[in-house]
């Protein structure tokens, strides 16, 4: 077993009510059956870290470092809901650094909101870990770490609130065709008046009541 305290630590988050997911990529995290449509007030990736694969300062080992955190904003996006936020916790050393968390997130459509001093001891209980090789239950140095906060850029929050306020909103009757008109008036008028039209209140029980008589 990779970690020894999981089946501690998975057990006392199903007490808690977490829902657990496993082996899911979070490169492709929102085609997951599970998450699929989901939205989320909050995302976090501490430590985002493509494995080792050489020295950290060689730019092919950055850039499937980027590819990762690239990967996990472009889906974390499209999983946040419109005031949601996606947090990194990532070192501000180099040359992680030079990774570009924050201009990756532009290419997003995250802005960066905030941008706070990691202190491990904020956050009881938790451990990081190295992730792979034959050290992975094993903390790697933090050093000065940072937590990145991010918010959908404003216009995609508002075209996001707008797509939940359509979902939700009650049909539109087709017979306002995009003019300002008062109930009365379109039910009035109304070509499905004697047959029963779904719009309009008034029809719908008067055509259900005439399919009870009959
Ligand atoms: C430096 S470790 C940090 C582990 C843990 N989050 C922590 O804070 O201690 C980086 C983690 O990223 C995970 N990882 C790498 N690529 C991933 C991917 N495509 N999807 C999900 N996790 C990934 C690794 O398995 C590893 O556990």
Not at 83 to 101: Q, R
Not at 147 to 173: D, G, Q, Y
Not at 181 to 187: G, H, P
């Amino acid at each position: 077993m990779k970690y020894k305290d999981v089946k501690v630590n998975l057990g006392d988050l199903e007490y808690l009510g977490a829902s657990l997911l496993h082996g899911v990529d979070a490169t492709t995290m929102k085609f997951h059956p599970r998450l699929h449509r989901k939205k989320f007030h909050r995302i976090i990736y501490n430590f985002p870290h493509a494995g080792f694969h050489g020295r950290e300062t060689n730019p092919d080992v950055i850039m499937m470092h980027r590819n990762l955190v690239r990967g996990f904003l472009w889906n974390a996006r499209s999983m946040l809901s419109p005031d949601g936020e996606v947090h990194i916790n990532h070192k501000f050393t180099a040359p992680y650094h030079s990774w570009g968390v924050a201009d990756i997130a532009l290419e997003c459509q995250l802005v960066l909101v905030g941008l706070h001093d990691f202190k491990i001891e904020h956050y009881p209980g938790y451990k990081n870990k190295r992730g792979s090789g034959s050290r992975c239950d094993k903390p790697f140095p933090l050093g000065d770490c940072r937590t990145f906060i991010f918010k959908l850029r404003p216009v995609t929050a508002i075209f996001l609130k707008m797509e939940s306020r359509k979902l939700h909103a009650p049909p539109i009757h087709p017979g306002t065709m995009g003019r300002a008109k008062s109930t009365e008036e379109i039910e009035k008028k109304c070509s499905k008046r004697a047959i029963g039209c779904n719009f309009c209140t008034g029809h719908v029980s008067a055509s259900i009541s005439k399919r009870s008589r009959a």
